[in-house]
């Protein structure tokens, strides 16, 4: 059996991970490369294996970076069963559908540079994918199964455990950083051969994890005071969905002054919808509220600007006021016309709560340049620059460790499916190095950091 890795190697994007054993092949995610301009090429290339070869894929979860080649996949031969909780689908669809509408057309590319997929690959891409819940042992192929569990990283995350050819391989694909409003902690596996671990903060620790909501309390009272515009780049998925939530408890328990908070970002209204659907993946506590009646997307003051008119119109509205907008790093979406607009002026705040990879506007701004490039006009960055590290949706390096230190606690009282190696993915060098070394330090196991291309054999 080997693993081979296309994606996410020493970087947080293009999850994409190719698992052959004698007669089947089987994709783990299949992610967009996001951030430099060099880096976002590899997309239009030709996959380094035969996509008609492949017999099955299996999501770990809805965003972009997992999800953003599929229909390229499809496109280029790609015709068997793709796996993903019922959530995963229904997000992978509205993101799917966004990143089709954002994508030129044919006819603004250069000459001979076609689409990454067209809406017939997105449609037929649909049709492929099948639905499977948490827990499910599920038989693929002859001698081949696989389960998903919950990851707490999003809605419908999940860790993959795939049993081949006597071995068990973990997938952690993104782990959650539990305590998190909405969802229910990252699950432990309780044991595996292989391990691929994520490790896009293996080197920090997340300082505001159980303050974040008062840090975000006070960060709105300092810019309401002061009368400026406060603007929240935000993913739609999830870390949107996790604003409102804490956003409505400090509207009703009177915590915040009175002030319009604009959700300006199509894609997040639309997964609200499905954030709906699926109560049963939620915590105790968000379940409590929702059966008492309390409708947390729902609260006074809440605006959601869909159409581009509505967004337009925000700006008439006359500050204090909260914009959230994508994109969460600032790369494209509606964020950016309001930084456009508001970042010149020392009485505005935008608050960063998502990971910014390298390359991206929002890490430039993060690391302090005095300007940047939007719509190709320099803008100054005048507005106060803030941080909440604690809304990340990522474990941190304490949490990482934690995780795999149960699995092989877990593997050694079972006595089977000890970890014999474990591969670090899904985060920049620095980080993937530190986590990499605490592994081999402090619970003795292999660890390494795979290169792009890289074919091992199990």
Not at 192 to 206: A, N
Request: proline share 6%.
């Amino acid at each position: 059996m080997f693993l081979s890795f296309f994606g996410a190697t020493k970087i947080v994007t293009g999850s994409n991970y190719l698992l052959e054993g004698e007669k089947r092949k089987i994709l783990i995610d299949c992610g967009l490369f996001q951030g430099e301009k060099e880096l976002e090429k590899k997309n239009l290339e030709a996959f380094p294996y035969n996509p008609r070869e492949i017999d099955a894929v299996i999501l770990t979860h809805a965003h972009l970076d997992h999800v953003g080649r599929l229909p390229k996949l499809v496109k280029d031969g790609f015709n068997g069963p793709i796996f993903a909780t019922p959530a995963t689908i229904d997000l992978s669809k509205l993101t799917l559908e966004d990143e089709l509408s954002l994508q030129p057309q044919e006819s603004d590319l250069p000459k001979g540079e076609k689409p990454l997929f067209s809406k017939d690959d997105l449609e037929k891409t649909f049709t492929l994918f099948k639905p499977i819940e948490y827990h499910q042992k599920i038989d693929i192929f002859p001698g081949i199964s696989f389960k998903l569990l919950d990851a707490g990283h999003i809605l419908g995350s999940a860790i993959i455990e795939i049993f081949a050819e006597g071995k068990k391989i973990v997938f952690s694909g993104d782990l959650g950083n539990s305590p998190t409003p909405l969802l229910r902690a990252t699950e432990f596996p309780s044991s595996g051969d292989y391990i691929l671990i994520e490790s896009t903060y293996g080197d920090k620790t997340h300082p505001d994890l159980l303050k974040r909501k008062d840090l975000l309390e006070d960060t709105i009272e300092e810019v309401v005071g002061r009368k400026g515009v406060l603007m929240i780049p935000a993913f739609a998925i999830e870390r949107t969905q996790e604003l409102l939530y804490e956003l409505n408890e400090l509207v009703e328990n009177h915590r915040i002054p009175e002030t319009l908070i604009f959700v300006d970002s199509p894609l997040a209204i639309r997964s609200i919808d499905v954030y709906k659907k699926y109560e049963r993946y939620y915590n105790k506590e968000a379940s409590y509220l929702l059966r008492s009646g309390d409708k947390i997307f729902n609260f006074p003051r809440l605006v959601f600007t869909e159409s581009v008119q509505q967004s337009k119109r925000i700006n008439n509205t006359p500050p204090p006021k909260v914009i959230i907008a994508g994109s969460g790093m600032s790369t494209g979406g509606r964020i950016l016309y309001h930084e456009q607009r508001y970042l010149p002026d020392p009485q505005n705040c935008l608050l960063l709560i998502c990971y910014q990879v390298e390359g991206t506007r929002g890490r430039q701004i993060q690391e302090g340049a005095k300007e940047i490039e939007i719509f190709g006009e320099m803008i100054p960055v005048r507005a106060e620059i803030k941080s909440i590290q604690g809304y990340s949706a990522h474990a941190d390096k304490e949490g990482l460790f934690r995780w795999l230190y149960h699995i092989k606690s877990s593997a050694f009282l079972e006595g089977e499916h000890m970890v014999k190696k474990v591969f670090v993915v899904h985060g920049e060098e620095k980080p993937a190095e530190a986590i990499s070394q605490l592994i081999k330090d402090q619970l003795g196991i292999e660890a390494r950091i795979p290169k792009y291309g890289e074919r091992i054999k199990l």
